[in-house]
């Protein structure tokens, strides 16, 4: 439909290596790390999840970021070229969202967000509520 061979840069032009998602997501470390089963296997496109969700598929859950914001850790996170899931769009309903902290949320500083001493992007962060912006490889 967009003649792009992805949706998460507007900018890309060939597709991304899905087996180095796979390889990296798959490795045991990797999910000691982030508590994952170490049974679970990976797969860049499951049939089971695919059927599971496909109802939930491009809804959008902001109403319930409200209740999750007030009980829990949100991270927000997006690429700086998505076009699915764009910068502008999410800082929208972000701004509109009814929270009794928004207004500090979007008076917090965005800071800068480095990797290896090289800028990977920005970080807003205000009690629960913490959003980044992945810049563009």
Known sequence: MTEMPTLYNIRRHKPYQN???AEFLNNVEVKKALGVNETIV????SKVVRE???EDLMKSVKYMVLFLVKNTKVLLYEGQLDLRVGLV?????VK??????IDKFLEADRKVWRVN???AGYVQKWRNLSHVVV???
């Open 96 to 101: 509109r969202m009814k929270w009794e902290e």
């Open 42 to 45: 990976f797969e860049v496109c």
């Open 117 to 119: 001493d090289e800028l």
């Open 19 to 21: 087996h180095l998602v």
């Open 52 to 54: 599971a969700l496909h």
């Open 89 to 93: 769009s999410t800082e929208a309903w």
């Open 135 to 137: 810049l563009d490889d």
